[in-house]
């Protein structure tokens, strides 16, 4: 069987792949580096050392511009072949061929928002017999970011493996006990990137109201007891947020790939998307010249008694001019 995986959830690929290994006893190939049709034809085709049947999984091969004639030639391989891509442009004519290659059992692998996310987390807690109540339930969805509304940058900015390692977390810690919300405060980190992306956002389209809105809502939610602590804390999440703008800039210049990106960062390709749609909502200049007059205000409001709050909303109005 010849198959191709397309789609960001590389969770839900691998998982795909682990069950129809061992399920068909497979032994699972993988190639990520090969130079040429030829190469990924002839491991097809061949058995291993013992005549076990094997499961090739090959990454990126369409993007890269290889041969499509291949599927005619391996379509009655005794081997199992599965091709990995990320995403292939539908427009193509190319493309529209080898989705309608008869040859190929083609399978979309996206991840899942919503209620479709909140169906597989119960369906990951179940697979490890995780019991959690109720309200512990909603409030891991809630600090995993289920409730990010993605219509604002198109996809979300957890990932399935993010999901998973909290859930194999919780089990390690309650074994057979129910999980509580007291459980899930203690042990699951909140996903805050939402807040921190949205006051981002507003900044570079000029939004005066929702920024002020967004930063008073941030504020009173998460930063610390004090107007100083409070500025000096949102301070530091903003300067983090303007140096990755910033390299991303540089990423985009560069013309770097989405899963090139995803290999340098460990970022889901919600956050990549997201900062890539940041990068080119200011100039660099801009942002330098942010980080530097925040870092300027960290120092003065840790060194002096001045009033913070007024200078740093001084500062995020002059990045919206």
């Known amino acids: 069987m010849v198959y191709l995986f397309l789609g960001e959830d590389d969770f839900s ?27 990924i034809k002839q491991a097809t085709m061949n058995s291993t050392l013992f005549g076990g049947k094997k499961l090739i999984c090959v990454y990126d091969f369409f993007k890269r511009g290889f041969d499509q004639g291949i599927l005619e030639d391996i379509k009655n391989t005794t081997n199992s072949v599965v091709f990995l891509e990320e995403k292939l442009d ?6 529209k061929k080898i989705l309608a290659n008869k040859n190929l059992k083609v399978v979309e692998f996206n991840i ?9 987390v119960n369906n990951q ?8 109540s109720g309200k512990a339930m909603d409030l891991f969805l809630k600090r995993l970011g289920v409730s990010f509304n993605p219509s604002n940058y198109s996809e979300p900015l957890y990932d399935l493996w993010q999901a998973d390692s909290e ?16 459980d899930i405060l203690d042990l699951v980190s909140e996903n805050t990137d939402d807040d921190i992306f949205r006051i981002t956002n507003a900044i570079g389209e000029k939004d005066k109201v929702n ?4 930063l008073v809502e941030y504020m009173d939610k998460y ?12 301070s530091g999440l903003l300067s983090e947020q303007f140096r990755n703008i910033l390299v ?23 956050r990549i998307f997201v900062y890539k749609k940041l990068a080119t909502r200011f100039t660099e200049q801009k942002v330098l010249e942010l980080l530097r007059k925040i870092e300027l205000l960290d120092l003065e409001v840790k060194t002096t008694q001045g009033p913070a709050s007024l200078q740093f909303f001084m500062i995020i109005e002059s990045a919206m001019k």
């Open 211 to 214: 920024v002020t809105k967004f």
């Open 248 to 270: 991303f800039q540089k990423l985009l210049t560069q013309k770097v790939s989405d899963k090139e990106i995803a290999n340098l960062t460990g970022y889901a390709p919600g």
């Open 167 to 182: 859930l194999r977390k919780l089990k390690s810690f309650a074994s057979d006990d129910v999980v509580s919300e007291k």
């Open 125 to 132: 807690a179940k697979k490890y017999d995780l019991r959690l």
């Open 223 to 234: 930063a610390g007891s004090d107007e100083k602590s409070k500025i000096i804390g949102l």
């Open 90 to 95: 539908k427009r193509k004519a190319e493309t």
């Open 13 to 39: 690929k691998k998982e795909e792949i682990k069950k129809t290994a061992q399920k068909e006893s497979l032994e699972v190939v993988s190639f990520f580096d090969y130079d040429s049709e030829q190469e």
């Open 112 to 120: 899942p928002t919503g209620a479709e996310f909140s169906s597989w």
